[in-house]
């Protein structure tokens, strides 16, 4: 059964700093793999979108990689401001029309 | 273009009551999934719809029952609600499979049984 985590649950950082967040999963036989970004009481709104093909998606500051011999994709945001803060979830499409999620990182970025 | 639209955004409901939450979305769609979210959990599945007329159990169907009520439409109902299905349920839909495609999600309901 894939399982995909995300580590840490929660990151603090300055305005201005470059972050990495991270997703692992157990399964390397994915069609793709998003990232969705979720405000407090909101819906999720998808940033970026990897097929199993790619190795990488950019939007703007955002910079998604994957490397599924490692089980692995890392979130890249640039020059991170306050508007950042939300929480940011990976999710990975598998067999059977099935998606998996992350319990997502908790980022704030602070002024 | 709303997207994907979902109502109640909020509901208390007592042990036993039955309500049904509606979704639509406007994107011509094939696809839409219900799921509903815990905390420190990631996204569930309940059930989805691949398309018009056809509906399939997701991971944790136990307690609802859905309708796919023409493409634009699919309500998620609970016959007799329990504490356990205190969460927060969302909408999705996407063009083809999940698995594939990108999906696009509703602001949600958060729904609470006393």
């Known amino acids: 059964k894939q399982e995909v985590t995300q580590i840490p649950a929660a990151l603090s950082v300055p305005e201005g700093e470059n972050l990495v967040l991270n997703c692992s999963f157990t399964d390397s036989a994915i069609y793709n793999l998003q990232w969705f970004r979720q405000d407090p009481g909101k819906g999720l709104t998808s940033l970026l979108l990897?097929?199993?093909?790619?190795r990488e998606q950019t939007s703007g500051r955002l910079n998604a990689s994957l490397d599924k011999s490692s089980g692995r994709s890392t979130l890249y945001i640039a020059a991170s401001q306050p508007g950042d803060s939300a929480t940011y979830l990976c999710a990975v499409g598998v067999g059977n029309n099935d998606m998996r999620f992350g319990a997502g990182t908790r980022l704030t970025v602070k002024p | 273009n709303a997207g994907v639209t979902q109502t109640p955004k909020f509901q208390v409901l007592k042990t036993g009551q039955s309500m049904t939450l509606q979704c639509a979305q406007d994107m011509n769609h094939n696809s839409m999934y219900w799921y509903r979210q815990d905390p420190g959990m990631g996204l569930r599945l309940i059930y989805y719809?691949?398309?018009?007329?056809?509906?399939d159990k997701g991971e944790v169907p136990n307690g609802y029952n859905v309708s796919r009520l023409n493409k634009r439409e699919f309500s998620l109902r609970l016959e007799s609600a329990a504490p356990s299905q205190t969460s927060v349920y969302f909408c999705?839909?996407?063009?083809?499979?999940?698995?594939?495609?990108?999906?696009?999600f509703g602001p949600g309901t958060r729904l609470t049984v006393l």
């Open positions: 719809s691949a398309s018009e007329g056809t509906t």
């Open positions: 999705a839909s996407s063009a083809g499979p999940r698995a594939v495609h990108e999906q696009f």
């Open positions: 990897i097929q199993s093909s790619q």
